[in-house]
């Protein structure tokens, strides 16, 4: 498979990656072998939905996983996208529409990113200075430390 002019090789899914069932992780000797092998290789790797290993829900390691230069997903990004290890080991991602309706879906995870809150920021003007936009004070540390320490505690 070529993508920008580079050869990638398609390896198949080799783990089941959305449970962490005993199957799994009893075999996952031979696995973390294979997987070792597939990272250390020079050649580039592409995954088809989430590379094998990541969880998909929480983007953990399940023992060991394939670290993919490209990714290539359906319908939307999953939380071990962007989350944890999954996030590193995705590479580049790609989200393919496959016609799914987004109005039925119900979600309540939103990534973050500057079009959720740029319009919320109170950009400085070219009028302003730094304290047009607010000050913060901030104290920390163990009482002992305080410089501000009542001489009766």
């Not at 092998?37 to 590379?51: E, F, G």
């Not at 989350?83 to 309540?108: A, E, M, N, P, W």
Request: hydrophobic share 30%; charged share 25%.
């Amino acid at each position: 498979m070529k993508y920008n002019n580079v050869q990638y090789h398609n390896v198949k899914n080799v783990l089941s990656t959305t449970t962490k069932s005993k199957f799994n992780i009893q075999k996952s000797t031979k696995k973390q072998l294979i997987f070792n092998k597939i990272n250390n290789s020079n050649n580039r790797v592409v995954s088809v939905d989430i590379p094998s290993g990541v969880c998909s829900n929480t983007g953990e390691i399940l023992g060991s996983a394939i670290k993919a230069d490209f990714t290539i997903t359906f319908h939307r990004k999953k939380i071990g996208h962007v989350i944890g290890f999954g996030k590193r080991f995705c590479g580049k991602l790609k989200v393919v529409d496959i016609g799914f309706s987004q109005k039925k879906l119900q979600t309540s995870c939103w990534e973050n990113s500057p079009d959720l809150w740029k319009k919320y920021f109170p950009w400085k003007k070219t009028s302003g200075h730094k304290y047009s936009r607010g000050r913060v004070v901030v104290h920390g540390g163990l009482r002992y430390y305080s410089y501000l320490k009542n001489k009766n505690n």
